[in-house]
């Protein structure tokens, strides 16, 4: 049940796009707001939906970066590293922010699912440089310590619920 | 004179006459910078410190009626001092508001109308304390014509847009002139692309114009991908309408009868505001069948980007629309022969269809009469980095980098934000297809043509200003990591080139390169810009050829003396102990993850440079001061 579930959201997405095959970048941003990531089994429901190969939808969804095949953590931490927080040093806050996380050689997520960790190129908020968004919230003229206070702010609030 | 433009009149009657009846207009910046510093919590305390005066909050200004109008505005430009609130009719320009300042900004001024001298700006180079937006000379040296209107009126009000004779130009064209008439007024007023190329707007219509068919697409290019650019934003933010009005007129002169608004996903507010006015314009009959009493028909979609750079590329950002992998298709046939689903479609950037309307209500004469003969009008720039003013910008072309950095941006800062006049390096225009100006460049007016003789462009117009404390190489070697992630991987030359210039800069930073590396980078360089196809392939080389011809030395002294000039490049510190400053706590030595450290408690330590691995533990860790990570 819980399956057929999940998939009548999915089919009620692809309703209100018409099934059109041109429509599958909208498709797949409304799938993942969803979901919050593409689930594999989903990319090819959609593809069979849409009538195009499960191949295309997959080429589709590891080309655009802001498509996910793996699930993120309840925090989405995303330091900006565009030019203009690059040079104000934004890959301290992220150095740091990974160093109070215990994240290491290249993994992104905590264990508990907490928090993930990304850059992002630029979110247009550069003479508030440096600058980092968790989830919605933007946060701007940033020093690492701020950073982590942040963080550290998210895990207390986390531990008190 | 048709009927829409009649029903205009009567709209802009009305709203004059409520704002003239108000007491007070405040206007609270809610572009992306102050929403960032919190103008929204700003915003809603208004309604509550008007509740406590007897002043009278008007929350929607539907009516005549006395008393004060708070509204929302787009950006207005001076972020970094957000969040901004305007007091009208006297002008007073508060700055860094907070919401506590809230009631003390109603209780002095709508009260007692008298100025709060502690929110106002002070330039810091002079100390001189500024009024109003006018006196102070960020304001004072720009030219503002695009983003006039940003700022001023409510984005998410289009009758305030129409007041400001907003979509005459539309009712003007559809009405009265004929597609050639149009294409030919935008060829004579010299409008060129204001995306990157620089390409004639009129021309690149007329091409789509003569095309036979029925079916022919407008697009809004407002993939602004350039990492340090945000423009587009600002215009999508602050005075969405002008864009749609602009696409108007740009259907009208090519026939077109359908056109896309392709907006950034990392732009949340700039896709929800085009969206807002896209409903509104539909409510009012500017868009959709007939408009202005005409035969045409535009109807007018928003599509949300997905994340990726190379979409910014005029035929990928068509595949993406048509729900493909955003890859680039040779040109020719170009878009305006044969584009989206294979029919004649224009592309414009956002700043470009934003000035259309400007060019159709002024003229081309007027417009000309601004910017440089071969490049008329203005450009906006996004001034970022190392400046004391950072924020959106509005210059006439052929202004020179100088009037930029040390007029509207106040000069050059160090890496703590203070004033430093002598600190200027070089700025990076362009972004990641551009190249980096020196101070040989500071008085070089610039256009879309004098930029190219040098190696750069102008782009899309971000600005990154650099003091001298910034390692060139790593400049080059950001912009080069940028491109390699976003190639697309069509071209094997853009794909596997840009992979291996990045690992030879890698190289140059961290002490493994030979005389040879410059060559054989220099040598792939070319070969990249040859051998790709679209633009992000041709101009990914640029930020690396650029710093090569302009700081050369420092590559040199990267590759041969292994020594960065800035002591940026960590690898290539060589870190030591200053024996007078250490008091051998041994702090440093337990904290070594390779236990490179010697000495005992109470006596200076000593680094072995042959088991040091550089990581900086030691001198993050040392309270004294005593490590230096700098060649000796």
């Known amino acids: 049940m819980e399956e057929l579930r999940k998939f009548e959201r999915v089919w009620e997405i692809i309703d209100q796009h018409g099934r059109d095959a041109s429509r599958l970048i909208p498709i797949l941003q409304a799938v993942q707001t969803e979901y919050r990531y593409l689930p594999e089994e989903i990319l090819t429901f959609v593809a069979t939906s849409v009538g195009v190969s499960p191949a295309k939808v997959f080429g589709v969804a590891t080309f655009y970066s802001l498509f996910t095949l793996e699930p993120k953590g309840k925090y989405h931490v995303r330091v900006c590293n565009g030019t203009a927080c690059h040079v104000k040093r934004s890959m301290d806050l992220h150095k740091s922010i990974c160093q109070k996380l215990n994240l290491r050689d290249g993994k992104d997520s905590t264990s508990d699912m907490l928090f993930t960790v990304e850059t992002v190129n630029c979110l247009g908020a550069c003479g508030l440089a440096p600058a980092m968004v968790v989830n919605e919230e933007v946060y701007g003229q940033l020093t690492p310590e701020r950073a982590v206070e942040i963080i550290h702010e998210i895990i207390q609030k986390e531990a008190a619920a | 004179m048709n009927l829409a433009v009649l029903g205009f009149n009567k709209t802009k009657k009305d709203y004059v006459a409520r704002e003239k009846a108000l007491s007070h207009r405040v206007l609270v910046c809610a572009g992306t910078g102050c929403l960032v510093n919190g103008s929204m919590k700003v915003y809603e305390e208004f309604a509550g410190a008007l509740e406590g005066s007897h002043l009278k909050a008007i929350v929607e200004l539907v009516k005549e009626q006395k008393g004060v109008y708070v509204s929302k505005t787009g950006c207005q430009g001076f972020c970094q001092i957000g969040p901004l609130v305007t007091i009208l009719p006297e002008n007073v320009f508060y700055t860094r508001v907070k919401p506590k300042d809230v009631r003390d900004i109603v209780e002095t001024t709508l009260v007692k109308g008298e100025v709060l001298h502690r929110l106002l700006y002070t330039e810091p180079n002079r100390q001189q304390v500024c009024t109003t937006a006018a006196e102070i000379p960020f304001y004072q040296r720009q030219h503002r014509f695009v983003l006039s209107n940003c700022g001023l009126i409510d984005p998410e009000d289009i009758e305030e847009y129409i007041a400001h004779d907003g979509y005459l130009a539309a009712a003007k064209v559809c009405a009265d002139m004929a597609a050639e008439e149009v294409c030919r007024l935008i060829l004579s007023s010299g409008l060129r692309g204001r995306g990157g190329g620089g390409f004639p707007t009129g021309k690149k219509w007329d091409m789509a114009r003569i095309q036979p068919g029925e079916k022919k697409y407008v697009i809004c290019n407002g993939d602004e991908g350039d990492p340090g650019a945000f423009m587009d934003m600002g215009i999508m933010e602050g005075n969405p309408h002008s864009v749609i009005e602009g696409m108007i007129v740009a259907s009208r002169a090519i026939h077109a009868n359908a056109g896309f608004v392709y907006v950034r996903a990392e732009y949340p507010?700039?896709?929800?505001?085009?969206?807002?006015?896209?409903?509104?314009?539909?409510?009012?009959?500017?868009?959709?069948?007939?408009?202005?009493?005409?035969?045409?028909?535009?109807?007018?979609?928003?599509?949300?980007?997905?994340?990726?750079?190379?979409?910014?590329?005029?035929?990928?950002?068509?595949?993406?629309?048509?729900?493909?992998?955003?890859?680039?298709?040779?040109?020719?046939?170009?878009?305006?022969?044969?584009?989206?689903?294979?029919?004649?479609?224009?592309?414009?950037?956002?700043?470009?269809?934003?000035?259309?309307?400007?060019?159709?209500?002024?003229?081309?004469?007027?417009?000309?009469?601004?910017?440089?003969?071969?490049?008329?009008?203005?450009?906006?720039?996004?001034?970022?980095?190392?400046?004391?003013?950072?924020?959106?910008?509005?210059?006439?072309?052929?202004?020179?980098?100088?009037?930029?950095?040390?007029?509207?941006?106040?000069?050059?800062?160090?890496?703590?934000?203070?004033?430093?006049?002598?600190?200027?390096?070089?700025?990076?225009?362009?972004?990641?297809?551009?190249?980096?100006?020196?101070?040989?460049?500071?008085?070089?007016?610039?256009?879309?043509?004098?930029?190219?003789?040098?190696?750069?462009?102008?782009?899309?117009?971000?600005?990154?200003?650099?003091?001298?404390?910034?390692?060139?190489?790593?400049?080059?070697?950001?912009?080069?990591?940028?491109t390699q992630s976003e190639s697309c991987g069509k071209c094997v030359l853009c794909r596997e080139g840009t992979k291996q210039m990045l690992a030879l800069l890698d190289d140059i930073m961290e002490g493994r390169a030979t005389e040879e590396t410059l060559q054989i980078l220099e040598e792939l360089a070319v070969t990249v810009q040859r051998g790709s196809l679209c633009g992000l392939g041709k101009t990914a080389p640029s930020p690396v050829l650029s710093t090569l011809r302009h700081f050369r030395d420092e590559y040199e002294a990267h590759v041969k003396h292994k020594f960065c000039p800035t002591g940026k490049c960590k690898a290539l510190k060589i870190f030591s102990v200053d024996a007078a400053l250490c008091e051998g706590c041994m702090r440093c030595k337990k904290k070594c993850p390779v236990g490179a450290i010697s000495g005992g408690k109470g006596e200076p330590h000593r680094i072995d440079p042959t088991i040091c691995v550089k990581c900086g533990v030691c001198l993050e860790n040392c309270k004294f001061h005593a490590i230096t990570g700098d060649k000796q």
């Open chain 2, 269 to 482: 507010l700039a896709v929800k505001r085009v969206r807002k006015a896209i409903t509104d314009a539909y409510k009012m009959g500017l868009l959709g069948k007939s408009i202005f009493g005409s035969e045409h028909s535009f109807d007018l979609n928003v599509m949300e980007g997905a994340g990726a750079f190379v979409c910014g590329e005029e035929t990928a950002l068509i595949a993406s629309i048509e729900g493909k992998r955003g890859m680039p298709s040779p040109k020719p046939p170009f878009p305006s022969q044969s584009g989206l689903w294979g029919k004649p479609t224009i592309i414009n950037n956002v700043e470009t269809l934003s000035t259309v309307p400007l060019v159709v209500m002024n003229g081309a004469e007027k417009f000309r009469s601004v910017g440089t003969s071969s490049s008329p009008g203005t450009k906006t720039f996004a001034v970022t980095g190392h400046v004391v003013n950072t924020g959106l910008v509005e210059m006439p072309l052929g202004a020179t980098l100088r009037d930029i950095i040390y007029g509207v941006a106040g000069g050059i800062t160090t890496d703590d934000g203070k004033p430093a006049m002598d600190g200027f390096k070089a700025a990076q225009i362009g972004g990641p297809s551009g190249g980096c100006l020196t101070k040989d460049h500071l008085d070089l007016p610039i256009d879309f043509d004098s930029l190219k003789t040098i190696g750069a462009m102008v782009g899309s117009g971000g600005l990154v200003v650099m003091n001298k404390g910034t390692c060139m190489v790593s400049v080059a070697r950001y912009f080069m990591q940028f």
